[in-house]
Structures are given as structure tokens and as C-alpha cells.
């Protein structure tokens, strides 16, 4: 495929121009797409993603554009707000590529939409490069054009599971001693965490006693706190990206809820620390 070689020859091509700033005569527009999540409950990181997408783009376009053949493009990306909906997502990729033009793609945020839109670039052969799906299922399908830059999501908490294993041992007691809670938001990212965290305490022979959904708007997880109180576990484990972990981090306080051990994943998008306080030190947070 012609773009596919273009495609390549920009990402040698940027990497140079990032280290090694150089100056071309007038540059072309090289267009590129991403439907990111700009409202609804994925707002934050979505803005997030975008920050980061400006941010490189502006280095690359300070530094020369990129230079294909005897050309060089200046990057600009052509943003639509999938309102944190799959199906919109979805909508919105097939209007860029079949309206607007582009011949490249950056990722949306979260697994979910990740997963929505990667159907449609896969079917026009649309190179999507992504580095906020993280979930298993995204890379099994036998996609030819979809690139990731980021862990799978069933590495995010696992390493917490092995750390409580040593807590234990250190204070004299068996790995299987130890009493784990949880609470997943229901989606394809924080289910693929979860089944990493269930491997990881099965291999140490835990008991799992909260195993929760966290509900669907994840403004309030009263009833798993609840129940953390009267069951006293030893490791807490949260992922609802950063509304979950917000929601987690002020109720937690609020609630004065103690557990030797909490692990929450997007601790930094939601600024927990910034937030929070002193009622979050100690928390363990995967970046």
C-alpha cells in the first residue's frame, strides 16, 4: 500500500527531526485524524491524549516538518469529540477517513472506543497508531494496521498481587492468608486488568472476598467501601480510569476506610495526589 511506505518513511523521518531540527522550503499539509473523547466521563483523559498529540506535533512542526521523498508536510490533526461513546467514535472515524481524507490515524482514549474504531481503519487500511487501548482483546484479532506504544492492560495491577505476596511473608504469615477486594469498572480495559489480577492471586492462592462493579456513571462506590469495612481485606484494588479513581481516592477519605494495601490505576490522570492529600499517600499507582 503507497500510504503504508509514506507512513513509515514519517516516523524515521520525525524521529531525525526531533534530534536534529532542520529547515525546509515551504511544506505541505499532511492531515491526520483522531475522534478523541472531549466530553462525557472520558473528558479528562481525553484532553489529556490531545495535550500530548498538540505536543508532538507542534515539536515536529517547529523542527522542519517531516520530509518525504523530496517534500516535506507540516503534521495537523483534524480532531471530532466522540463523546466518550463507541458507537459516535466509530461514526466519527468513518468521516474522517471517508470525508476528510486522512490517511492516518491517533488512537482514541480507553480500550472501549479503541476498540470500536479499530474495525473501521482496519477496513479502509488506515494505519491507526494508539497508546490509550490497552486492553488484550485489541490485539488478537490479527489487525495489519493498528500500533500500540503502551503495556496491556492485565500488567497494570498484577505486580501489586506479587507485592503483597512479600508483604505478607515479611510479616510471617502464607501469600494465601492474604484477603483481596476489588472493584472494576465494567468495560474492555478494566476487565483485562482484572483477569491479570485474578491470574496473579490464584498463582499465590489468595482469597479474592469484594469482587465489584463499580457502577456505570462511577461516581460512587459507597456499597464496595461498605463492604470493605466489615470484611477488612488486606489489598484494595480499583480501576475505573480517571473518574474511577477520583471517585475512589475522595471516598476512601471521606469514609475513612483503612486497608493495609490499596492499588488503583490512573492515580496521575486524576491528580489524586494534588487533590487528595495526605489521604492518598501510600496508594500504588501504575503510569
Keep these: 500500500m503507497k500510504f503504508v511506505n509514506k507512513f513509515v518513511g514519517t516516523a524515521v523521518a520525525a524521529g531525525a527531526l526531533l534530534s536534529a531540527p532542520a529547515v525546509f522550503a515551504a511544506c505541505e499539509t499532511l492531515t491526520v485524524g483522531s475522534a478523541i473523547s472531549l466530553t462525557g466521563k ?7 491524549a490531545k495535550n500530548g498529540y498538540d505536543f508532538a506535533v507542534k515539536k515536529i512542526n517547529d523542527a522542519g516538518g517531516v520530509k518525504i521523498g523530496d517534500k516535506c508536510y507540516n503534521i495537523e490533526v483534524k480532531y471530532y469529540d466522540d463523546e466518550s461513546t463507541p458507537a459516535r467514535g466509530a ?52 489487525y ?24 505478607a511473608q515479611k510479616n510471617g504469615k502464607k501469600p494465601s492468608d492474604v484477603k483481596v477486594a476489588m472493584a472494576f469498572e465494567n468495560d474492555p480495559f478494566s476487565l483485562d486488568v482484572r483477569a491479570g ?23 460512587d462506590m459507597t456499597t464496595t467501601l461498605t ?5 477488612k481485606p488486606d489489598l484494595l484494588l480499583v480501576s475505573g480510569h480517571s473518574k ?6 475522595r471516598q476512601i477519605g471521606e469514609q475513612n476506610v483503612k486497608v493495609p494495601m490499596i492499588a488503583i490505576t490512573h492515580c496521575e490522570a486524576a491528580n489524586v495526589d494534588g487533590k487528595f492529600g495526605k489521604s492518598v499517600e501510600g496508594f500504588l499507582c501504575p503510569t
Design 197 to 219: 489480577v485474578v491470574d496473579d492471586v490464584k498463582k499465590h492462592g489468595m482469597k479474592i472476598v469484594i469482587d465489584d462493579k463499580l457502577p456505570r456513571d462511577l461516581s
Design 144 to 167: 495489519k494496521y493498528l500500533f500500540a506504544v503502551l503495556s496491556t492492560s492485565e500488567q497494570y495491577l498484577a505486580s501489586s498481587i506479587g507485592l503483597a505476596a512479600e508483604v
Design 227 to 231: 463492604k470493605v469495612k466489615a470484611l
Design 244 to 249: 474511577g479513581a477520583a471517585t475512589a481516592a
Design 42 to 48: 472520558y473528558s479528562t483523559n481525553g484532553h489529556h
Design 91 to 142: 461514526q466519527l472515524v468513518e468521516r474522517l477517513i471517508n470525508q476528510d481524507k486522512v490517511e492516518l490515524m491517533l488512537g482514541p482514549y480507553s480500550s472501549g472506543l479503541t476498540k470500536a474504531v479499530a474495525p473501521v481503519t482496519e477496513k479502509y487500511q488506515i494505519p491507526m497508531v494508539e497508546a490509550e487501548g490497552a486492553s488484550r482483546s485489541l490485539f488478537n484479532k490479527g
